[in-house]
């Protein structure tokens, strides 16, 4: 079946520090989507790329689609603690009505 | 607009003991999603409704959990009888429509369910 994974598990970074987590499927998705899970809290959607390459910035937070459409990256430009929480991406294989397959997702830590 | 409802928020119960869980999707939207998400994992899709239809239940372990969407609104998921590995949050979602290329999904606050 699909497989989504993410790197790394989890980043500890400084207040101020640049973060970015990698996204890899194992087939190729027709989209990507991005969400953020606080501690305790459920996923909340962020973005999604549709198109080979795209690239979409949300303030200090930019998100990359793969030119084979099997890669995703989000990096976070100087976190801050707001940003605590694990990012998941969720990808959509082509020819499948909608289903999500979520990635493993990754942890940040943000200390001041 | 008012959210993705679910109840209840927690629930504990013994293994061999049976459990259900409601969940009333955002006014309006077609499909409707239940996860299972284990402590330190990502969601993992159990089935998925569009209006009262099943569109997709592949993952669903039909021997135990059941599902239904009688009226294309409101949904139940169940567990009987419950295992220890049951213990996860169970995520309900929904989106406006389902198309070839994905909807965003609004996810509910999750019911967290411990089996002792």
């Known amino acids: 079946g699909q497989q989504v994974m993410q790197i790394p598990q989890y980043q500890h970074v400084q207040e101020g520090e640049d973060f970015t987590t990698y996204c890899n499927s194992s087939?190729?998705?027709?989209?990507i989507q991005w969400y953020k899970q606080r501690p305790g809290g459920h996923p909340v959607f962020l973005i999604q790329?549709?198109?080979?390459?795209e690239v979409k910035k949300q303030k200090r937070l930019t998100f990359q689609f793969g030119e084979a459409k099997k890669n995703s990256s989000l990096h976070i430009t100087a976190t801050q603690t707001t940003d605590v929480g694990t990012y998941f991406c969720?990808?959509?294989?082509?020819?499948?009505?909608?289903?999500?397959?979520f990635g493993t997702g990754t942890r940040l830590q943000v200390t001041l | 607009e008012a959210g993705v409802a679910q109840s209840p928020r927690y629930k504990i119960i013994e293994k061999r003991q049976s459990v259900a869980f409601w969940c009333n999707p955002i006014?309006?939207?077609?499909?409707l999603y239940w996860y299972q998400q284990i402590l330190g994992q990502g969601p993992k899709l159990l089935i998925q409704?569009?209006?009262?239809?099943?569109?997709?239940d592949s993952q669903l372990p039909k021997d135990r959990f059941s599902a239904e969407r009688l009226k294309g609104v409101d949904s139940t998921l169940k567990i009987q009888p419950a295992k220890l590995e049951d213990s996860a949050v169970y995520l309900c979602?929904?989106?406006?429509?389902?198309?070839?290329?994905?909807?965003?999904?609004?996810f509910g606050p999750g019911t967290r369910l411990l089996v002792l």
């Open positions: 979602a929904s989106s406006p429509i389902a198309g070839t290329r994905g909807e965003t999904q609004y």
């Open positions: 087939t190729t998705l027709s989209n």
């Open positions: 790329l549709v198109k080979s390459g």
């Open positions: 969720a990808g959509v294989r082509t020819g499948t009505a909608s289903k999500l397959t």
């Open positions: 006014s309006g939207h077609a499909t």
């Open positions: 409704f569009q209006n009262n239809g099943v569109v997709d």
